[in-house]
């Protein structure tokens, strides 16, 4: 189910659909899926994440994070662009 709420979310951002809606929904999730991911590097836990589900290769650990980190200066960069749009 979330995988496919993350299509349509992504496919939104695509089109310029609902941005005001999508932005703040996705950064949230990524923010939620961070939060998991540092659980995980905290229980030692190792091995794939199931990230963008075995599409890409995935390194896992703190390299996952910083993609997040990256991923969410997109988002804040894109929130920006909308505000300077009104």
Known sequence: AIPAV???????????MWLRRVVPI?????????G????RI?????G???CFGGMLP???GWWALVRNGVLLFCIWFLSGA???DR
């Open 6 to 16: 993350e299509y349509f979310l992504g496919a939104c951002l695509v089109l310029g």
């Open 36 to 39: 998991a991911l540092v659980y």
């Open 58 to 60: 995935e390194f896992g």
């Open 42 to 46: 905290a229980a030692g836990a190792t």
């Open 82 to 84: 909308m505000r300077a």
């Open 26 to 34: 996705l950064a949230g999730l990524l923010v939620v899926f961070s």
């Open 48 to 50: 794939s994440c199931g």
